[in-house]
């Protein structure tokens, strides 16, 4: 790791998240397919549902990156976001929110015919929530548009995996940032992700990363196993830090494929789970990237969680921060 003051780019899907609290019902009248699940739509399907929403939604900045780069910021990291946004209000809307909340938007790209994304998040009584994905001008990003100026002035890359939808862009925006020197951490979002992806991701992992993240669900993807902590073991001797994160149960961290880490979760009631393993990622790197012992870097992890489920949607207020602030 980098002697340099750690600065964190991020790099992922810019979308407007659009929360919305619906019965169980309602949630049966809006959508097909299974309750807590993932789909790309269509723009016009998304206008559909928007227009269909029995109350108000509340917009703010999110994509998994976007949301890890926004707490690392908030926990007083520098941090960037790297993405694409379209020529609308809602594009606008995305890049002066990152600014309020601290983040550098500068590498953020802007323009093309599509509108900026969205992910409309439903989310149902039992905290469950079920999200339909518009990508909008995220999906116009092509691996040309990105060079090795996009990378400079940084120590570290955080690296959605839903990029690897575009396995092409992937490997290019790693190459740049290894081409820059950057310590590379991927959180891999998605079993899909992982089962799409299985014949290129040990070489990846081997050859760019320094730290995975993954939860219960991707680890077994990944490893073939229900064992967390075989899949663990599987992820360390390709990373030097692997981390499988165990929702309620908090999460296994293995450093340098010999010290193992247990970090308990912090028992609080959840309201909604929405941006929950993003922000553990936030908590873990700052203190890991700032020179925490990996153990003070989980719990503070697992603190930021636990504030996160407890509201809606992946940002805090300001008297959560101050908390958060507090050893």
Request: proline share 5%.
């Amino acid at each position: 790791m980098t002697t340099a003051s750690p600065s964190l780019i991020g790099y992922g899907s810019a979308l407007l998240d659009i929360i919305a609290f619906v019965s169980e019902q309602e949630l049966k009248g809006l959508i097909t397919g299974i309750k807590g699940g993932t789909e790309l739509v269509e723009i016009d399907t998304m206008a559909s549902l928007l227009e269909r929403l029995p109350n108000t939604p509340k917009r703010v900045p999110g994509g998994a990156a976007a949301n890890t780069i926004y707490g690392y910021a908030k926990l007083g990291g520098k941090a960037a976001l790297l993405g694409k946004v379209g020529t609308d209000d809602d594009g606008a809307c995305y890049i002066d929110g990152m600014r309020r909340d601290g983040v550098d938007t500068s590498p953020i790209k802007i323009g093309g015919e599509c509108p900026t994304g969205k992910c409309l998040s439903l989310i149902t009584p039992d905290s469950e929530r079920t999200m339909r994905t518009y990508m909008g001008a995220n999906a116009t990003l092509k691996s040309e548009d990105l060079t090795a100026d996009d990378f400079k002035g940084h120590t570290h890359l955080f690296l959605e995996g839903y990029t690897f939808y575009n396995p092409e862009l992937a490997i290019r925006i790693l190459n740049l940032a290894k081409q820059e020197n950057l310590t590379i951490c991927i959180d891999l979002n998605s079993p899909e992700i992982v089962l799409n992806n299985k014949d290129i991701l040990p070489n990846i992992l081997r050859n760019y990363v320094d730290a995975i993240f993954a939860n219960e669900l991707e680890a077994a993807a990944f490893a073939d196993t229900e064992d967390e902590l075989e899949a663990l073991d599987v992820f360390a001797e390709l990373c030097p830090i692997a981390v499988v994160k165990v929702g309620k149960r908090g999460a296994y961290i293995k450093e340098n494929n010999s010290t193992l880490h247990r970090i308990d979760a912090c028992i609080v009631q959840a309201l909604d789970t929405t941006g929950a393993g993003d922000l553990w990622a936030a908590g873990f790197m700052y203190g890991w990237l700032n020179g925490q012992p990996i153990p003070e870097a989980g719990r503070l992890g697992a603190r930021v969680a636990a504030e996160i489920v407890q509201v809606p949607g992946a940002r805090l207020g300001e008297a959560a921060w101050a908390r958060l602030a507090k050893p």
